[in-house]
């Protein structure tokens, strides 16, 4: 839990720029999941990768895109960023198949603001 | 696809009362069900989940209930803290067989408040 790590903390950006989330998951854990967790709200499936393949895809428009790297670390991105994407961005892993205890542990997250 | 209520979204207890948090779900085939807690700015964290194949969990003041039937589970707080105060979020996902876990619907939250 602990181990999960995500870059940067904090990042301020405008209306129409791009960003990219990092996210280096637990040690031995071969699966990210990416959440959006808009304030007083519940965290929102974006994406789950395994295997640097995507595995799910939550309801999201094209302008989201993830990536997993041979390490399984991961990245988020997102283009044309609107004012509704200001939301703290989650990166949970997971060990896949592992024994059936494929909890998913949470990062700090990245707290993105759209100006 | 999968939807979970979760009531209610506000809870103020007095220090030492019992705490209780109830989730609905819609998808029969879910089966797993996990609880977090989430401090103000901080990473949710597990507390808790339960499986399908299993009707209550304990673990020291907390334990959860899955009522499949009914397609609802709930968290029971006991002998609360003031350190239990947090939003508290439960969630359901399919795990598919040899595969991994899915993703995680999560409810709405709920803020408990334990008062000293």
């Known amino acids: 839990d602990a181990g999960v790590t995500q870059s940067p903390t904090h990042l301020i950006k405008t209306r129409g720029q791009h960003v990219t989330l990092r996210c280096s998951p637990i040690s031995g854990h071969k699966s990210v999941s990416w959440y959006q967790q808009v304030l007083g709200q519940g965290p929102q499936f974006i994406f789950q990768?395994?295997?640097?393949?995507?595995?799910g895809r939550g309801n999201f428009p094209d302008r989201f895109s993830a990536r997993q790297f041979p390490n399984y670390s991961s990245e988020l991105n997102v283009n044309a960023l609107l004012l509704g994407d200001s939301a703290l961005y989650l990166c949970a892993s997971s060990l896949y198949g592992g024994q059936g205890r494929d909890t998913q542990y949470f990062g700090p997250g990245t707290r993105l603001t759209v100006l | 696809g999968e939807n979970v209520e979760q009531h209610p979204s506000t809870l103020s207890v007095q220090e030492g009362d019992s705490a209780v948090i109830k989730c609905t779900y819609s998808?029969?085939?879910?089966?797993?069900f996990p609880w977090y807690k989430q401090e103000l700015g901080k990473r949710p964290q597990l507390i808790i989940d339960?499986?399908?194949?299993?009707g209550e969990k304990k673990d020291q003041r907390i334990a959860v209930t899955l009522n499949k039937t009914a397609k609802h589970f709930s968290l029971h707080i006991t002998e609360t803290q003031p350190e239990d105060s947090a939003v508290y979020f439960c969630?359901?996902?399919?795990?598919?067989?040899?595969?991994?876990?899915?993703?995680?619907?999560f409810g709405k939250g709920t803020k408990l408040s334990v008062k000293p």
């Open positions: 969630a359901a996902s399919k795990k598919e067989y040899g595969g991994s876990q899915g993703n995680l619907i």
């Open positions: 998808d029969s085939a879910s089966n797993y």
């Open positions: 339960i499986r399908s194949n299993v």
């Open positions: 990768y395994y295997e640097k393949e995507e595995r």
